[in-house]
């Protein structure tokens, strides 16, 4: 357990404190913080997935928790690391670049988007991100879990491209907790812990149903007879 929590922290570590990072440095360059986050997940699931299935994001955790992918006692633990990962990032991060540089790290709502229109990006921008893990992670009759980091790096990239001049893209509560207790910055806290959740249940869930569940008949869909992934 312990050997997949320390992985949950180094995973949540290295996105905060790079994509955080790149957001400092770049002044919010859409690129470079689009490819800093997207890249750095993609590394670290490269790196850890074999460890602990690279969560890196307590909403992916939720998904696995609510399809029976990981025990509660598990998802605990992943939960902890991943909040305690990130926090330790922003806190270096403000260390380096003070106050209030740090606020560069902090996902928030562009000014005049309405807090419910916020919150429903945050969940299709999740969604996004939580299908492609299920697809190439989780499926072993989708993509080879060899890509599986590719895949799910890019779908963040994307994905900042899109929602982070809006609402910065977090998709994932851990991205905006950290930053937020080193900033001190609380506005709209909310909205990145409810959107990436919601979005995280529905796509697991979803595909869980869709396209992993068995089937009365025994068969996992209508299109193959392999076993189900997992």
């Known amino acids: 357990m312990l050997r997949c929590g320390v992985a949950e922290f180094v995973g949540t570590f290295t996105l905060i404190f790079i994509g955080g990072g ?125 890509i599986a980091g590719l895949a799910i790096g890019l779908t963040i990239t994307i994905d900042v491209f899109v929602g982070g001049p809006i609402t910065g893209a977090a998709m994932n509560p851990a991205r905006a907790f950290g930053p937020m207790v080193a900033a001190d910055y609380w506005a709209n806290g909310w909205i990145y812990w409810v959107g990436p959740i919601v979005g995280a249940l529905v796509a697991a869930l979803g595909y869980e149903y869709l396209y992993l569940r068995k089937t009365e008949t025994g068969a996992d869909g209508p299109e193959s007879g392999e076993p189900a992934a997992g």
């Open 22 to 146: 790149a957001g400092i440095i770049s002044g919010q360059d859409i690129v470079a913080v689009a490819l800093a986050n997207g890249l750095a997940i993609g590394i670290m699931v490269s790196n850890l997935g074999h460890i602990s299935g690279g969560h890196f994001n307590p909403s992916i955790t939720a998904g696995f928790l609510a399809t029976r992918r990981i025990k509660a006692g598990m998802a605990g633990l992943y939960w902890v690391f991943q909040l305690s990962g990130a926090v330790v990032a922003a806190l270096i991060l403000r260390w380096l670049f003070k106050k209030p540089a740090i606020l560069g790290a902090v996902p928030h709502v562009a000014h005049g988007f309405p807090d419910s229109r916020a919150v429903v990006l945050e969940m299709i921008l999740t969604f996004f991100l939580v299908w492609a893990v299920f697809a190439t992670a989780v499926d072993e009759r989708g993509a080879f879990k060899a």
